[in-house]
């Protein structure tokens, strides 16, 4: 009689832990207390009315237009951070369990494990899992469309569940489509039957066909994504250190690891890995295109057109893990083989004994759950090396600035009725995205609210009327970018430059202590200058003009 199976992480517990547990990293810290500019951007337009975002999508990121419309039924339930944030947080979880079913399905599960914790262990994951932008729902769907071309590629699957997944993740974001590229490679390398090729080509061309309409329209938005800078080889150590962890012992062994996983040879397979001819992708060549092809596409573009971000090729992510995970997985493998075999043992080989016992290169002893549980420990082990990373990004600090600090600002030094004026247009996101902090307040440059006028930030006055405006006033507050108050900055728009010449040529500033600084913005009182030949005190409003309201001392 054999001695019985031990136990072993299977495929159902293999998945389900990472999603738990990259679910618990989500949901840890996830009210930061503010929203940050693009995060701003997805609460004011995903709260207007379908044709409103329908009209804005016309003029201004159409890329972002169907993350837009499915954030809209959840905000208008319930508009706060942390509904903001949510399905981000749960596009991260299930990208975890599908990263560990691509490594059950590629592999075995204690590699699926692995990998899947990996995913939630790493601090880029964890950033855009708690962002209320599109990057983590696309990194979800590019993993789910890379496990539905590994299980058509048996030739057991229809393609067109692959096709709509793909075709659903490019217009969540249109650079999903360099995902493409590394389907190509993995089955052009798997060797895979013409009949499996001809499938992915047609599924593949359907999303690419569906994507052009977006493409063209994004192509005359470019100007959104002029401020990129021309990736080097920095942009690419940042990103493989994103990939693996920050420079240190986690980095190198994340390295090394990876490495060993590309070494000749054949990887472990999963028992349940079916038998028979048809040629089926190997982990190392589903995770090595999609970590390293859409990045390196991405850089070389952007050295004739900027458009490389990190944020763009999340997705990307997920192949790191895999590999990391299947290296692992080969040296143990590797060093449970080199271990002298035991009487009383079950093989996977061999021959059974007399006395029911099984002798063979492979073991299948209680040393597989510990293994599991020793790699489980190696992955926890790595998540506090990074921990204060983790910290960190549950935190402020990680985003360039903090909207709901910018409101809560003007909210104290504001009164119903000043008049204030934003430098440039764009600082208008403070009180589309945190309006309580602006109620009363006079926007004297606006024309157009943003909802009517189909635009981010609405629409400004002429030049000429806003002059008229300016002019007529005595006080006026500036909330101003930080570029904004510097000499050399000139800008284009006749309506930004009445704002910038007027208020430099007819007004000046109350005194110092009426100017705050946060986040990077400038919230600063300004009265008329002093007709020519009046005697003022030096910072006091000329004689006639309404002083500046008591206001309690600057924090």
Not at 263 to 288: K, Q
Not at 469 to 492: G, I, M, N, Q, T
Request: proline share 10%.
């Amino acid at each position: 009689m054999l001695p019985p199976r031990p136990h072993a992480p299977t495929p159902r517990l293999a998945v389900a832990v990472p999603v738990v547990v990259m679910l618990a990293l989500g949901l840890w810290g996830l009210d930061r207390g503010g929203t940050w500019r693009d995060e701003a951007v997805t609460v004011q337009v995903a709260r207007r009315s379908v044709p409103q975002i329908w009209r804005l999508l016309h003029g201004v990121d159409a890329v972002h237009g169907l993350y837009y419309l499915l954030m809209h039924p959840v905000l208008a339930l319930r508009a706060d951070e942390v509904a903001l944030r949510l399905p981000s947080v749960c596009a991260a979880a299930a990208t975890a369990g599908l990263i560990a079913a691509l490594g059950v399905r590629l592999a075995r599960p204690r590699v699926g494990l692995w990998a899947g914790l990996l995913y939630a262990a790493t601090p880029l994951a964890g950033h855009y899992a708690q962002e209320g932008r599109s990057y983590a729902l696309v990194a979800a769907g590019v993993t789910g469309a890379t496990l539905l071309l590994v299980r058509a590629s048996a030739g057991r699957r229809s393609w067109w569940p692959y096709g709509a997944v793909v075709t659903l993740t490019c217009l969540l974001h249109e650079l999903a489509v360099l995902a493409l590229l590394a389907h190509a490679v993995t089955l052009a390398h798997a060797r895979v039957p013409w009949r499996v090729r001809r499938g992915w080509a047609g599924a593949a061309g359907a999303a690419v066909t569906a994507l052009i309409p977006l493409a063209l329209v994004s192509r005359a938005q470019a100007g959104q994504i002029a401020w990129l800078p021309r990736p080097g080889t920095g942009s690419a150590e940042r990103l493989l250190h994103a990939f693996l962890g920050q420079p240190g012992p986690v980095f190198w062994t994340c390295l090394a690891l990876a490495c060993v996983a590309l070494l000749p040879g054949r990887l472990p397979r999963a028992e349940a890995t079916p038998p028979g001819p048809r040629r089926v992708p190997s982990l190392a060549s589903v995770a090595l295109p999609l970590a390293a092809l859409p990045p390196l596409a991405l850089l070389a573009v952007s050295q004739v057109r900027p458009m490389y971000d990190d944020r763009y090729v999340l997705y990307a992510l997920a192949g790191a893990p895999l590999l990391v995970a299947a290296g692992a997985d080969r040296l143990l493998t590797a060093a449970t083989r080199a271990l002298p075999n035991r009487t009383g043992t079950r093989t996977r080989t061999g021959t059974a004994t007399r006395t029911g016992t099984r002798t063979g290169p492979r073991t299948r002893t209680p040393a597989r759950a510990t293994a599991a549980l020793a790699g489980t420990l190696a992955v926890a082990l790595a998540f506090t090396q990074q921990l204060p990373l983790h910290r960190r990004d549950r935190t402020l600090l990680t985003r360039p600035d903090s909207l709901a600090a910018v409101s809560a600002l003007a909210a104290r030094e504001l009164r119903p009725g000043d008049a204030l004026v934003f430098l440039p247009s764009i600082g208008r996101r403070a009180a589309l995205s945190h309006p309580e902090g602006f109620r009363g307040v006079r926007d004297i440059a606006l024309r157009v609210p943003a909802p009517a006028s189909g635009t981010l930030y609405g629409r400004e006055a002429g030049a000429r009327e806003l002059r008229r405006r300016l002019l007529a006033l005595d006080r006026l507050w500036v909330l101003a970018e930080p570029y904004a108050l510097r000499s050399p900055w000139y800008p284009r728009n006749p309506t930004e430059r009445v704002k910038l010449t007027v208020v430099s040529e007819e007004f000046v500033p109350y005194e110092p202590r009426r100017e705050f600084v946060r986040d990077g913005v400038t919230l600063r009182l300004y009265i008329r200058r002093a007709p020519t030949g009046a005697v003022t005190r030096t910072g006091a409003p000329p004689p006639g003009r309404p002083p500046a309201s008591p206001r309690p001392a600057p924090w």
